[in-house]
């Protein structure tokens, strides 16, 4: 059975960081790409970036593109979203989640997956 | 960016009858190479994390109940709840897969009438 457990949320103030990390089981770690997605509160689902199984490939969106780094320890079977020059706006339940299958590239495009798998999530509270 | 558009916001439906949410992209998440629809839907209930039911458009996840289906192809696509059960008050997702940035629509809340 896949499980998938976040940590490293917490209260932290404009401007700082967090490093959040997501524990695997239950399958290959290293065959799979892997994702976050938050979820603000009382908010809808954002995808927040993707990384392929062996890490080679990562992707972001706009809003933390710069500021976001998304990493994977395959020895480990462990996922990071290093979280630096936090704003308001970042505060939201952040979600780790299992891709399908692992980035397939064919007729010179990128294929991703949708998630079959998310953990519970872990809150980011950014406030002063 | 492909957005997503989702109808209706909310939906309140009396037990055992049907439920229809909608879900529009704004450009084509058919790839012809391969004949498939990058679209999946998904259901959160409070305080949980979001569930994969519908992958492909239409090839419902293992495990989930044959009253759940999804349907459409490249911009129009819909999830079908055709016998309404009080487990399945939730909000509902689609979510296409076809390009990055991946992207959401805004959640469809189903209740019961």
């Known amino acids: 059975e896949v499980h998938l457990v976040e940590s490293g949320g917490g209260l932290v103030q404009p401007g700082g960081s967090l490093r959040l990390s997501c524990a695997a089981s239950g399958f290959t770690f290293s065959s799979y790409a892997m994702g976050w997605v938050r979820q603000a509160p009382g908010k809808g689902l954002e995808w927040v970036s993707s990384i392929s199984g062996s890490g080679g490939d990562a992707y972001y969106a706009d809003s933390v593109k710069g500021r976001f780094t998304i990493s994977r320890d395959n020895s480990k079977n462990t996922l990071y979203l290093q979280m630096n020059s936090l704003r308001d706006d970042d505060t939201a339940v952040h979600f780790c989640?299992?891709?399908?299958?692992?980035?397939?590239?064919?007729?010179?495009?990128?294929?991703?997956?949708?998630?079959?798998?998310w953990g519970q999530g872990t809150l980011v509270t950014v406030s002063s | 960016d492909i957005v997503m558009t989702q109808s209706p916001d909310s939906l309140a439906v009396s037990l055992g009858e049907r439920a229809t949410i909608n879900c529009k992209t704004s450009?084509?998440?058919?790839?012809?190479?391969?004949?498939?629809?990058?679209l999946a839907w998904y259901q959160q209930k409070p305080g949980q994390p979001p569930k994969l039911l519908i992958y492909w458009a239409s090839t419902r996840e293992s495990g989930v109940p044959d009253r759940f289906s999804g349907s459409g192809s490249g911009t129009d696509f819909s999830l079908t709840i055709s016998s309404l059960q009080a487990e399945d008050v939730a909000v509902y997702y689609c979510q296409q897969y076809y390009d990055t940035p991946l992207t959401f629509g805004g959640g469809t809340k189903v209740e019961i009438k």
């Open positions: 450009q084509s998440v058919l790839y012809n190479s391969n004949n498939k629809n990058y």
């Open positions: 989640a299992k891709f399908f299958q692992d980035m397939v590239t064919f007729g010179g495009f990128v294929h991703t997956y949708h998630f079959d798998n």
